[in-house]
């Protein structure tokens, strides 16, 4: 069975940085692209970025050069590295491996003075 949990999320300044975790249990997990999405209040669900298996990455064009989206497949696991968090960055962050229905939970991302 493959689960997918997310960590890291929290409630931040305008400014600050968080770093999420989505840490995959079974085996594979170098053999799958990873991509973290996300939705606010309101809205529909909205790809963040991509991390292909050869580790290259794509961005969201509103999260390009602030968010930075890496893998460690000796850890099972995906990350989103915020940076300069905006109050629009605010919702739940969800990470999908690509080419399944595998999805996290969730975290939650607030960006708040």
């Known amino acids: 069975q493959v689960q997918l949990v997310e960590s890291g999320g929290g409630l931040v300044q305008p400014g600050g940085s968080l770093r999420l975790s989505c840490l995959v249990s079974?085996?594979?997990?170098?053999?799958?692209?990873m991509a973290w999405y996300r939705q606010a209040p309101g809205k529909q669900r909205e790809w963040v970025a991509t991390?292909?298996?050869?580790?290259?990455?794509n961005y969201t064009d509103s999260v390009r050069g602030r968010f930075i989206i890496f893998r460690d497949n000796s850890r099972n696991t995906a990350y989103l590295q915020m940076n300069s968090l905006k109050p629009e960055d605010t919702a739940v962050y969800y990470c999908?491996?690509?080419?399944?229905?595998?999805w996290g939970q969730g975290t939650q991302v607030t960006v708040s003075s």
């Open positions: 999908f491996r690509i080419g399944t229905d595998y």
């Open positions: 079974g085996s594979s997990f170098s053999m799958y692209n």
């Open positions: 991390i292909h298996r050869n580790k290259i990455a």
